[in-house]
């Protein structure tokens, strides 16, 4: 089972990771451009308001996989 949550660590953090990068990737895709697209208050208003939802996950996720590394704490009782 040892080898399980390290594994399962490794692939939280990770996701945590992709989650930041395709926050990053959805910025690049609506930022402002000559051509037309978003005006850049609404593109700083749009990266702020999905920061909250792609940064919420990647902290989950990075909070569960540091309890995955610590691994089960025996009940005593």
């Known amino acids: 089972m040892q080898n399980f949550e390290k594994l399962a660590a490794l692939g939280a953090q990770g996701a945590a990771g ?3 990068a395709a ?3 959805f910025g690049w895709f609506i930022r402002p451009v000559s051509s037309g ?3 850049s208050t609404l ?3 749009a990266m702020a308001s999905t920061f ?3 940064g919420w996950l990647a902290l989950a996720h ?3 996989g540091a309890q ?3 691994g089960a704490i025996p009940i005593e009782g």
């Open 18 to 20: 992709g989650l930041i």
């Open 62 to 64: 990075v909070w569960f």
């Open 23 to 25: 926050w990053l990737g």
């Open 37 to 39: 697209g978003m005006d």
């Open 43 to 45: 593109h700083l208003v």
């Open 52 to 54: 909250v939802v792609f």
């Open 68 to 70: 995955l590394k610590r």
